[in-house]
Protein backbone atom coordinates (compact mmCIF):
# COMPACT_ATOMS: atom_id res chain seq x y z
CA UNK A 1 0.00 0.00 0.00
CA UNK A 2 2.74 2.29 0.81
CA UNK A 3 4.22 1.92 -3.01
CA UNK A 4 0.81 3.32 -3.88
CA UNK A 5 0.76 6.47 -1.39
CA UNK A 6 4.44 7.03 -2.78
CA UNK A 7 3.10 7.37 -6.30
CA UNK A 8 -0.05 9.29 -5.50
CA UNK A 9 2.27 11.83 -3.16
CA UNK A 10 4.85 12.42 -5.98
CA UNK A 11 2.18 12.92 -8.59
CA UNK A 12 0.44 15.67 -6.27
CA UNK A 13 3.21 16.98 -5.14
CA UNK A 14 4.03 17.93 -9.06
CA UNK A 15 0.62 19.14 -9.99
CA UNK A 16 1.35 21.77 -6.30
CA UNK A 17 4.43 22.59 -8.39
CA UNK A 18 2.43 23.58 -11.49
CA UNK A 19 0.06 25.13 -9.87
CA UNK A 20 2.10 27.44 -7.87
CA UNK A 21 3.85 28.12 -11.39
CA UNK A 22 0.55 28.73 -12.85
CA UNK A 23 -0.94 30.88 -9.89
CA UNK A 24 2.50 33.24 -9.76
CA UNK A 25 2.30 34.12 -13.32
CA UNK A 26 -1.09 34.75 -13.43
CA UNK A 27 -1.01 37.18 -10.53
CA UNK A 28 2.26 38.42 -12.34
CA UNK A 29 -0.22 39.38 -15.20
CA UNK A 30 -3.20 39.92 -13.82
CA UNK A 31 -3.18 41.27 -9.93
CA UNK A 32 -3.60 38.68 -6.68
CA UNK A 33 -7.39 40.03 -6.35
CA UNK A 34 -8.35 38.50 -9.83
CA UNK A 35 -10.49 36.38 -10.06
CA UNK A 36 -8.89 33.49 -12.46
CA UNK A 37 -6.25 34.04 -9.72
CA UNK A 38 -8.48 33.62 -6.97
CA UNK A 39 -9.85 30.30 -8.53
CA UNK A 40 -6.49 29.10 -9.12
CA UNK A 41 -5.47 29.73 -5.69
CA UNK A 42 -8.28 27.91 -4.23
CA UNK A 43 -7.43 25.02 -7.16
CA UNK A 44 -3.98 24.97 -5.29
CA UNK A 45 -5.57 24.60 -1.97
CA UNK A 46 -7.88 21.99 -2.71
CA UNK A 47 -4.53 20.42 -3.92
CA UNK A 48 -2.03 20.93 -0.73
CA UNK A 49 -5.11 19.61 1.56
CA UNK A 50 -4.88 16.14 -0.53
CA UNK A 51 -1.21 16.08 -0.39
CA UNK A 52 -1.85 16.44 3.06
CA UNK A 53 -4.70 13.56 3.61
CA UNK A 54 -2.11 11.39 1.70
CA UNK A 55 0.32 12.02 3.89
CA UNK A 56 -1.68 11.40 7.28
CA UNK A 57 -2.72 8.04 5.85
CA UNK A 58 0.58 7.50 4.73
CA UNK A 59 2.06 7.85 8.52
CA UNK A 60 -1.01 6.11 9.84
CA UNK A 61 -0.91 2.52 7.66
Do not use: F, W
Not at 5 to 34: D, F, P, W
Not at 47 to 56: C, P, R, S, T, V
Request: hydrophobic share 35%; aromatic share 6%; glycine share 4%.
Amino acid sequence: MKVKTMGKKTLTLKQINSKKREMYNMAKHYGLVHPSVVACSQELDRLLNKYQGIHQYDHVV
